[in-house]
């Protein structure tokens, strides 16, 4: 899709030489895909030690996906 954006150039030079890439497009979408991924990252430490779960029931739902997977492959 093309969007039209005001980015200051110093901060576009800098994008794109972090992630080593001469198009302005690419080094823009890598910048926004590692922000989406670090912003998801940091609300799931957030959660931590407030989402209680069974460790075994996990397992046993696990065990049992695959061998219906398997029964049905």
């Known amino acids: 899709m093309r969007t039209t954006i005001n980015i200051a ?3 576009l030079a800098e994008t ?3 992630y080593n890439n001469s198009n302005r ?3 823009v979408e890598c910048a926004l895909k590692d922000a989406i991924r ?3 990252i940091e609300m ?3 959660l ?3 989402i209680d779960f069974d460790e075994e029931t996990i397992e046993k739902l696990r ?3 695959i061998d219906e997977l ?3 492959g």
């Open 70 to 72: 398997q029964n049905n």
């Open 48 to 50: 931590k030690n407030k």
């Open 44 to 46: 799931l430490v957030k």
């Open 38 to 40: 670090f912003k998801k």
């Open 16 to 18: 794109q030489a972090l």
């Open 9 to 11: 150039d110093e901060i």
């Open 63 to 65: 065990e049992e996906e």
């Open 25 to 27: 497009s690419q080094a």
